[in-house]
């Protein structure tokens, strides 16, 4: 699931990267809809399965990674990072 969140965050991170300026407003939006989309995927399993434990289990992770995604769109944030420049806005992203 980290390997699908990652590429995820650094697909949105090279978007945002083609349309120039400060773009950290937009793109701790993207990294944190990101990581909300695989969170209701998540969250649409547990509804499918029959089995509560792993329901349970599934809801849990969602939650972490709503959790992890409001985490690091405030680190962008707060790092102001300039989107303008690609190779900057992955490397803050992914030193998270």
């Known amino acids: 699931m980290k390997k699908i969140s990652f590429a995820l965050v650094g697909a949105a991170s090279l978007a945002l990267a083609a349309c120039g300026g400060k773009g950290d407003d ?31 289990t599934l809801e849990n992770q969602a939650d972490q990674l709503r959790d992890e995604g409001d985490r690091k769109a405030d680190k962008i944030d707060d790092a102001d990072v300039n989107a303008q420049n690609g190779a900057e806005a992955a490397a803050a992203v992914n030193a998270m």
Request: charged share 25%; hydrophobic share 40%.
């Open 26 to 56: 937009s793109l701790a939006a993207n990294v944190e809809a990101n990581y909300d989309n695989a969170a209701d995927n998540l969250e649409a399993v547990a509804d499918n399965t029959t089995n509560e434990a792993q329901a349970d």
